[in-house]
Protein backbone atom coordinates (compact mmCIF):
# COMPACT_ATOMS: atom_id res chain seq x y z
CA UNK A 1 0.00 0.00 0.00
CA UNK A 2 3.00 2.47 0.72
CA UNK A 3 5.02 1.70 -2.56
CA UNK A 4 1.49 2.00 -4.62
CA UNK A 5 1.04 5.15 -2.64
CA UNK A 6 5.03 6.69 -3.51
CA UNK A 7 4.67 5.98 -6.88
CA UNK A 8 1.64 8.31 -7.19
CA UNK A 9 3.50 10.88 -5.80
CA UNK A 10 6.60 10.25 -7.88
CA UNK A 11 4.55 10.38 -10.44
CA UNK A 12 2.49 13.53 -10.00
CA UNK A 13 6.05 15.85 -8.33
CA UNK A 14 8.76 14.31 -11.41
CA UNK A 15 6.52 12.64 -14.58
CA UNK A 16 6.34 14.49 -17.69
CA UNK A 17 3.25 17.14 -17.34
CA UNK A 18 0.38 16.78 -19.77
CA UNK A 19 -1.19 20.56 -20.95
CA UNK A 20 -4.59 20.53 -19.82
CA UNK A 21 -5.63 23.72 -22.12
CA UNK A 22 -7.13 23.23 -25.19
CA UNK A 23 -3.77 24.06 -27.25
CA UNK A 24 -5.02 27.96 -27.48
CA UNK A 25 -4.09 30.90 -25.95
CA UNK A 26 -7.78 32.04 -25.03
CA UNK A 27 -10.54 30.05 -24.83
CA UNK A 28 -12.59 32.37 -26.47
CA UNK A 29 -10.27 32.54 -29.65
CA UNK A 30 -11.33 31.94 -33.02
CA UNK A 31 -8.96 31.60 -35.48
CA UNK A 32 -11.05 30.41 -38.59
CA UNK A 33 -12.38 34.21 -38.13
CA UNK A 34 -8.95 36.16 -38.89
CA UNK A 35 -7.12 33.29 -41.24
CA UNK A 36 -3.99 33.91 -43.56
CA UNK A 37 -4.46 34.62 -47.28
CA UNK A 38 -2.72 32.46 -49.42
CA UNK A 39 -2.28 33.89 -52.68
CA UNK A 40 -1.67 31.84 -55.87
CA UNK A 41 1.32 32.64 -57.99
CA UNK A 42 1.42 33.25 -61.80
CA UNK A 43 1.48 29.03 -62.48
CA UNK A 44 -1.55 28.50 -60.01
CA UNK A 45 0.30 27.90 -57.03
CA UNK A 46 0.94 28.45 -53.49
CA UNK A 47 3.14 27.67 -50.88
CA UNK A 48 3.14 28.11 -47.07
CA UNK A 49 5.42 26.48 -43.57
CA UNK A 50 4.72 27.09 -40.19
CA UNK A 51 5.61 24.98 -36.46
CA UNK A 52 3.12 23.88 -34.53
CA UNK A 53 3.40 22.82 -30.48
CA UNK A 54 0.61 22.04 -28.78
CA UNK A 55 2.04 22.55 -25.17
CA UNK A 56 3.26 26.55 -26.57
CA UNK A 57 -0.59 27.00 -27.57
CA UNK A 58 0.36 26.90 -30.99
CA UNK A 59 -1.84 23.94 -31.82
CA UNK A 60 -3.27 25.22 -35.20
CA UNK A 61 -2.93 27.47 -38.03
CA UNK A 62 -5.82 28.60 -40.89
CA UNK A 63 -5.56 29.92 -44.07
CA UNK A 64 -7.61 31.34 -46.42
CA UNK A 65 -7.94 30.70 -50.58
CA UNK A 66 -9.49 32.48 -53.12
CA UNK A 67 -10.83 30.31 -56.07
CA UNK A 68 -11.04 32.12 -59.12
CA UNK A 69 -13.49 29.78 -60.46
CA UNK A 70 -14.87 25.69 -61.46
CA UNK A 71 -11.65 23.65 -61.26
CA UNK A 72 -9.41 21.68 -58.58
CA UNK A 73 -7.65 22.10 -55.73
CA UNK A 74 -4.43 19.88 -55.29
CA UNK A 75 -2.85 20.24 -51.65
CA UNK A 76 -0.02 18.58 -50.15
CA UNK A 77 1.17 18.46 -46.63
CA UNK A 78 4.72 17.54 -46.28
CA UNK A 79 5.57 16.84 -42.43
CA UNK A 80 8.63 16.70 -39.58
CA UNK A 81 7.40 15.14 -36.60
CA UNK A 82 9.01 15.74 -33.22
CA UNK A 83 12.11 14.12 -32.64
CA UNK A 84 12.47 11.23 -30.11
CA UNK A 85 9.41 12.55 -27.80
CA UNK A 86 6.82 11.13 -30.70
CA UNK A 87 4.74 8.72 -29.92
CA UNK A 88 3.15 5.98 -32.44
CA UNK A 89 -0.11 8.20 -32.24
CA UNK A 90 1.32 11.20 -33.77
CA UNK A 91 -0.74 12.61 -36.70
CA UNK A 92 -1.36 16.20 -38.69
CA UNK A 93 -4.21 16.21 -39.66
CA UNK A 94 -5.73 18.71 -41.88
CA UNK A 95 -8.90 19.85 -43.75
CA UNK A 96 -10.43 21.89 -46.51
CA UNK A 97 -13.74 24.01 -46.09
CA UNK A 98 -15.81 25.61 -48.87
CA UNK A 99 -17.23 28.95 -48.46
CA UNK A 100 -20.34 27.83 -46.52
CA UNK A 101 -17.88 26.12 -43.42
CA UNK A 102 -18.49 22.93 -44.97
CA UNK A 103 -15.93 19.88 -44.58
CA UNK A 104 -15.18 18.95 -47.89
CA UNK A 105 -12.24 16.89 -47.54
CA UNK A 106 -10.05 16.26 -44.26
CA UNK A 107 -6.63 13.84 -43.30
CA UNK A 108 -7.05 13.07 -39.60
CA UNK A 109 -6.93 9.85 -37.24
CA UNK A 110 -10.12 8.30 -38.81
CA UNK A 111 -8.43 8.39 -42.14
CA UNK A 112 -6.35 5.69 -43.83
CA UNK A 113 -3.34 7.70 -44.58
CA UNK A 114 -3.40 8.57 -40.64
CA UNK A 115 0.17 8.86 -39.40
CA UNK A 116 1.79 9.38 -42.81
CA UNK A 117 4.74 12.05 -43.27
CA UNK A 118 3.20 13.28 -46.90
CA UNK A 119 -0.87 13.12 -47.31
CA UNK A 120 -2.29 14.89 -50.09
CA UNK A 121 -6.03 15.80 -51.02
CA UNK A 122 -7.68 16.86 -54.55
CA UNK A 123 -10.45 18.92 -53.89
CA UNK A 124 -13.17 19.94 -56.97
CA UNK A 125 -13.82 23.30 -55.91
CA UNK A 126 -16.33 26.33 -57.08
CA UNK A 127 -15.40 30.01 -57.19
CA UNK A 128 -15.27 31.68 -53.61
CA UNK A 129 -13.19 31.81 -51.23
CA UNK A 130 -12.15 28.28 -49.42
CA UNK A 131 -10.52 27.71 -45.76
CA UNK A 132 -7.53 25.17 -44.69
CA UNK A 133 -6.61 23.99 -41.16
CA UNK A 134 -3.82 22.33 -40.43
CA UNK A 135 -4.10 21.00 -36.65
CA UNK A 136 -2.12 18.53 -33.94
CA UNK A 137 -4.10 15.97 -32.44
CA UNK A 138 -2.31 15.08 -29.33
CA UNK A 139 -1.47 17.26 -26.08
CA UNK A 140 2.06 16.63 -26.17
CA UNK A 141 2.52 17.01 -29.85
CA UNK A 142 4.71 19.38 -31.89
CA UNK A 143 5.33 19.35 -35.61
CA UNK A 144 7.05 21.11 -38.92
CA UNK A 145 4.83 21.11 -41.97
CA UNK A 146 5.12 22.45 -45.69
CA UNK A 147 1.90 22.73 -47.33
CA UNK A 148 1.98 23.05 -51.02
CA UNK A 149 -1.33 23.74 -53.33
CA UNK A 150 -2.06 24.41 -56.88
CA UNK A 151 -5.51 25.11 -58.68
CA UNK A 152 -6.43 23.78 -61.94
CA UNK A 153 -9.32 25.17 -64.02
CA UNK A 154 -12.09 22.80 -65.17
CA UNK A 155 -12.65 23.07 -68.97
CA UNK A 156 -16.42 24.34 -70.10
CA UNK A 157 -16.93 20.49 -71.09
CA UNK A 158 -16.10 18.98 -67.94
CA UNK A 159 -18.30 20.89 -65.75
CA UNK A 160 -21.33 19.38 -64.28
CA UNK A 161 -24.54 20.93 -64.08
CA UNK A 162 -28.37 19.93 -62.67
CA UNK A 163 -30.17 21.01 -65.84
CA UNK A 164 -32.91 20.10 -66.48
CA UNK A 165 -33.68 18.91 -62.84
CA UNK A 166 -34.95 22.45 -61.76
CA UNK A 167 -36.23 23.21 -64.65
CA UNK A 168 -39.79 22.99 -64.32
CA UNK A 169 -42.06 20.66 -66.63
CA UNK A 170 -44.18 22.59 -69.73
CA UNK A 171 -47.65 22.41 -69.26
CA UNK A 172 -49.18 20.28 -72.01
CA UNK A 173 -50.29 22.13 -75.33
CA UNK A 174 -54.16 21.76 -76.34
CA UNK A 175 -54.33 19.47 -79.16
CA UNK A 176 -54.36 21.36 -83.12
CA UNK A 177 -57.63 19.36 -84.69
CA UNK A 178 -56.46 18.11 -88.27
CA UNK A 179 -59.67 20.13 -89.82
CA UNK A 180 -59.80 23.50 -89.59
CA UNK A 181 -62.76 24.04 -86.20
CA UNK A 182 -63.04 28.07 -86.80
CA UNK A 183 -66.68 28.57 -86.19
CA UNK A 184 -68.42 29.89 -89.34
CA UNK A 185 -69.78 33.10 -88.01
CA UNK A 186 -65.91 33.88 -86.93
CA UNK A 187 -65.08 33.74 -90.52
CA UNK A 188 -64.47 37.27 -91.84
CA UNK A 189 -66.60 38.47 -94.61
CA UNK A 190 -64.71 40.09 -98.03
CA UNK A 191 -64.64 43.90 -97.23
CA UNK A 192 -67.28 45.07 -99.81
CA UNK A 193 -66.01 48.00 -102.25
CA UNK A 194 -66.48 51.28 -101.63
CA UNK A 195 -69.06 53.34 -103.60
CA UNK A 196 -69.46 57.23 -104.05
CA UNK A 197 -72.79 58.60 -103.50
CA UNK A 198 -73.58 57.94 -107.04
CA UNK A 199 -73.47 54.41 -107.38
CA UNK A 200 -70.55 53.82 -109.59
CA UNK A 201 -67.42 51.64 -108.05
CA UNK A 202 -64.53 53.88 -106.85
CA UNK A 203 -61.89 53.00 -109.75
CA UNK A 204 -58.67 51.83 -107.60
CA UNK A 205 -55.52 53.57 -108.17
CA UNK A 206 -52.81 52.24 -110.46
CA UNK A 207 -49.41 52.04 -110.48
CA UNK A 208 -47.41 54.63 -112.20
CA UNK A 209 -45.56 53.53 -114.81
CA UNK A 210 -42.75 55.19 -116.37
CA UNK A 211 -43.65 56.84 -120.01
CA UNK A 212 -41.85 55.03 -122.72
CA UNK A 213 -38.97 57.17 -124.47
CA UNK A 214 -40.18 58.66 -128.35
CA UNK A 215 -37.40 57.21 -130.60
CA UNK A 216 -35.11 60.11 -131.91
CA UNK A 217 -33.98 59.80 -135.36
CA UNK A 218 -30.91 60.87 -136.06
CA UNK A 219 -30.21 62.09 -139.80
CA UNK A 220 -26.70 60.86 -141.26
CA UNK A 221 -25.66 61.41 -145.24
CA UNK A 222 -24.79 58.80 -147.94
CA UNK A 223 -20.62 58.82 -148.45
CA UNK A 224 -20.13 55.76 -151.25
CA UNK A 225 -22.76 53.72 -153.18
CA UNK A 226 -22.06 50.14 -154.41
CA UNK A 227 -24.54 48.07 -156.81
CA UNK A 228 -25.12 44.70 -155.41
CA UNK A 229 -27.04 42.84 -157.80
CA UNK A 230 -30.59 44.60 -157.53
CA UNK A 231 -29.99 46.29 -154.22
CA UNK A 232 -27.11 49.10 -153.52
CA UNK A 233 -25.20 48.65 -150.78
CA UNK A 234 -24.94 52.27 -148.49
CA UNK A 235 -22.00 53.90 -146.78
CA UNK A 236 -23.59 56.24 -144.22
CA UNK A 237 -21.44 58.51 -142.29
CA UNK A 238 -22.35 58.47 -139.20
CA UNK A 239 -20.80 55.67 -136.73
CA UNK A 240 -20.50 54.00 -133.29
CA UNK A 241 -18.12 57.34 -131.83
CA UNK A 242 -21.03 59.51 -133.24
CA UNK A 243 -23.19 62.01 -131.19
CA UNK A 244 -25.75 60.35 -130.67
CA UNK A 245 -23.89 56.85 -132.05
CA UNK A 246 -25.52 53.97 -133.76
CA UNK A 247 -24.76 50.28 -133.54
CA UNK A 248 -25.27 47.03 -135.63
CA UNK A 249 -29.48 46.72 -135.61
CA UNK A 250 -30.67 50.03 -135.59
CA UNK A 251 -32.91 51.63 -138.73
CA UNK A 252 -32.40 53.42 -141.81
CA UNK A 253 -34.94 55.26 -143.83
CA UNK A 254 -33.42 56.65 -147.31
CA UNK A 255 -35.80 59.18 -148.75
CA UNK A 256 -37.88 58.41 -151.41
CA UNK A 257 -37.43 54.84 -150.77
CA UNK A 258 -40.34 53.03 -148.68
CA UNK A 259 -39.24 50.97 -145.67
CA UNK A 260 -36.62 50.97 -142.88
CA UNK A 261 -33.63 49.06 -143.52
CA UNK A 262 -31.06 47.81 -140.86
CA UNK A 263 -27.60 48.68 -140.22
CA UNK A 264 -24.69 46.42 -140.27
CA UNK A 265 -20.85 46.65 -140.44
CA UNK A 266 -20.96 49.90 -137.69
CA UNK A 267 -17.33 50.68 -137.31
CA UNK A 268 -16.05 53.98 -135.48
CA UNK A 269 -17.49 56.58 -138.05
CA UNK A 270 -19.16 54.82 -140.70
CA UNK A 271 -22.26 52.03 -141.15
CA UNK A 272 -23.34 50.26 -144.07
CA UNK A 273 -26.80 49.71 -145.33
CA UNK A 274 -28.21 47.34 -148.36
CA UNK A 275 -31.18 49.03 -149.83
CA UNK A 276 -33.77 47.65 -152.89
CA UNK A 277 -32.91 50.19 -155.93
CA UNK A 278 -30.10 51.70 -157.85
CA UNK A 279 -27.97 55.00 -157.00
CA UNK A 280 -29.62 56.79 -159.82
CA UNK A 281 -32.76 55.81 -157.74
CA UNK A 282 -31.70 57.15 -154.93
CA UNK A 283 -29.89 59.97 -156.14
CA UNK A 284 -32.76 61.30 -157.68
CA UNK A 285 -35.42 60.68 -154.55
CA UNK A 286 -32.72 63.28 -152.51
CA UNK A 287 -30.51 60.92 -150.98
CA UNK A 288 -30.92 61.40 -147.18
CA UNK A 289 -30.97 59.22 -144.86
CA UNK A 290 -32.76 59.04 -141.12
CA UNK A 291 -31.41 56.73 -138.00
CA UNK A 292 -33.94 55.50 -135.62
CA UNK A 293 -32.97 52.88 -132.89
Known amino acids: MMVVLGAAVLGACGGTQIPQHNGYKSEKVKP ?11 KMELKTEAEL ?24 LEITPPGEAVNEEFDLAFEVLDPGYHVVAKSDLEEQDAH ?36 KSAAADDVKTNFPALVAFVPMLPMVPLADDTPKSAIQKPIPTRRPPNGQPQPQPQPKKDPVPAAV ?16 L ?5 GTTSTPPVQNGMKAQIKGVGGAFEL ?12 PGTPDQIKNAGGSVSITP
Open 234 to 238: ITVGR
Open 32 to 42: WKKPKALAFDE
Open 264 to 275: TKCQEKTCQVLV
Open 53 to 76: SYPDMRRARWYSVDVPGNGELALK
Open 217 to 232: ATSAIILNMTVVGKST
Open 116 to 151: ELNKTRAVKVKHGQYLLHVYLQGRMDTAEYILRGSY
